[in-house]
């Protein structure tokens, strides 16, 4: 199992043999913690640190539960009260770190590329819990171990990828992650979400949800992000989802055995209807939010074995 990468910032620089290494263990930790055996040792020893400039509840809550499972010391920063508001600057905050010598450091910031600066300027493996409108690494891992269990397999599939795609990190990650593994991606929203220049991307773009839904085996539905819009990019909440909302009747254009998911939080009533959302049979977000632990949890733990055999002596030939 190889995972050359001294840092997790994004699924760009990764090969699909990084990301099967990080599924294949997301894998085995999954049906670990689904057999009770939950904790292991591979971050014994080691110190986590999560920095979160962004709130978010499901993302921190899962870093820490996969850090604590593996055996990490793990701290948490309340930085919307830290010395950020007192005017220190990001390099300052690294310098910070760095003397208090961490292991692993998991940020997530408003910011793109202020995790990728981060990374340059500490002496540990920095995972990207989200920047900006740029990426969000695990998530996208989450999402393909999520949809690798559920259709047992993860490539030469048609995956709709439905909603904000022009604000929303977590697209341009599962963009970039389906198009390494072969699929075929759609992308389907109203054209004021769409971001400039998408064609590049090799996908295909729908702004009617009944066409782009056509046959395809996965449903992928984003959260409308109000806190990134700077003006009315749709017309209201209920027009959003007579057009663009997942419900039953727009559900089954897509294949019989479709699978519907949403990285959360969801808006129920505007991106997806709540029963649809609940529906066991078609729905697998709380599969999501469990496949979460695991992934994060390969993530640190094939980071941790990088970062030990670095910090190893090495052997001086006589």
Do not use: W
């Not at 500490?122 to 920047?131: Q, W």
């Not at 990190?169 to 593994?181: E, T």
């Not at 971001?195 to 996965?218: H, N, R, S, T, W």
Request: proline share 4%.
């Amino acid at each position: 199992m190889t995972f050359a990468h001294s840092h997790l910032l994004g699924i760009e620089p990764l090969a699909p043999h990084d990301i099967r290494a990080v599924l294949d263990l997301a894998d085995t930790y999954a049906e670990r913690g689904r057999s009770g055996a939950k904790h292991g040792d591979a971050l014994a020893g080691l110190t986590q640190i999560n920095m979160f400039f962004e709130n978010s509840t499901r993302t921190q809550a899962s870093f820490e539960l996969a850090g604590k499972r593996l055996g990490a010391d793990v701290m948490s920063m309340a930085m919307q009260a830290s010395s950020i508001k007192k005017g220190e600057t990001l390099i300052d905050t690294a310098m910070t770190l760095n003397a208090m010598h961490p292991d692993l450091l998991v940020v997530r910031h408003p910011h793109s590329g202020a995790v990728d600066l981060l990374a340059q300027k500490v002496n540990c493996a920095v995972l990207n819990a989200g920047d900006g409108r740029h990426e969000h690494p695990t998530q996208a891992l989450l999402d393909a171990l999520t949809i690798r269990r559920a259709k047992g397999r993860l490539h030469r599939l048609n995956i709709a990828i439905c909603g904000d795609i022009a604000h929303s990190r977590v697209a341009r990650s599962n963009i970039i992650l389906l198009g390494k593994m072969e699929n075929r991606i759609r992308l389907i929203g109203p054209p004021t979400l769409m971001p400039a220049g998408i064609g590049e991307f090799g996908v295909e773009v729908y702004d009617d949800m009944q066409k782009g839904l056509e046959g395809v085996d996965v449903v992928m539905m984003l959260r409308l992000q109000r806190e990134r819009m700077d003006g009315g990019f749709i017309p209201s909440e209920r027009e959003y989802y007579h057009r663009y909302g997942l419900d039953a009747e727009k559900l089954a254009h897509a294949a019989p055995d479709a699978i519907v998911m949403h990285p959360g939080p969801m808006n129920r009533g505007v991106e997806i209807d709540g029963e649809l959302a609940d529906d066991i049979r078609r729905s697998v977000i709380q599969q999501q939010v469990e496949m979460g632990v695991a992934v994060r949890m390969a993530a640190m733990d094939l980071l941790a074995r990088n970062l030990r055999a670095r910090r190893a002596p090495q052997s001086v030939m006589a």
